[in-house]
């Protein structure tokens, strides 16, 4: 069974920086294609970042040059380097996994099929004020 675990979430001035992070278990993560999306009341689900399991990245338009992905596989680790936020990337962000795919089908899934992912954590939360 996938687990995901997410944390590093929290509070920032616009224009700082966090660092998330998603530890997996149950599964070869390796093999996996990860990714972030986020969910804010009121706006549509986004997929953030996806990476493949060749290190292959995909961004969202709304974050490229300012967010960065990136994976550990010996540690099952998943990472998004948040810089420049600002109040828009205020959001629950989840990591997400889907085995047998690319970063553009993953990214795809997050936005418009989340059901399908093969598991996704439970959210840390990060609020930009200005």
């Known amino acids: 069974q996938v687990q995901l675990v997410e944390s590093g979430g929290g509070s920032v001035r616009a224009g700082g920086s966090l660092r998330l992070s998603c530890a997996a278990s149950g599964y070869t993560y390796r093999r996996y294609c990860m990714g972030w999306f986020r969910e804010a009341p009121g706006k549509e689900r986004e997929g953030v970042a996806a990476?493949?399991?060749?290190?292959?990245?995909r961004y969202a338009d709304s974050v490229k040059g300012r967010f960065t992905i990136s994976r550990d596989n010996a540690k099952k680790t998943l990472y998004l380097e948040m810089n420049s936020l600002n109040p828009e990337d205020t959001a629950m962000y989840y990591c997400?996994?889907?085995?047998?795919?690319?970063?553009?089908?993953?990214?795809?899934?997050?936005?418009?099929?989340?059901?399908?992912?093969?598991?996704w954590g439970q959210g840390t939360l990060v609020t930009v004020s200005s």
């Open positions: 990476i493949g399991s060749d290190g292959t990245t």
């Open positions: 997400a996994a889907e085995g047998g795919v690319g970063p553009d089908t993953l990214m795809a899934t997050m936005t418009y099929r989340r059901n399908a992912l093969d598991a």
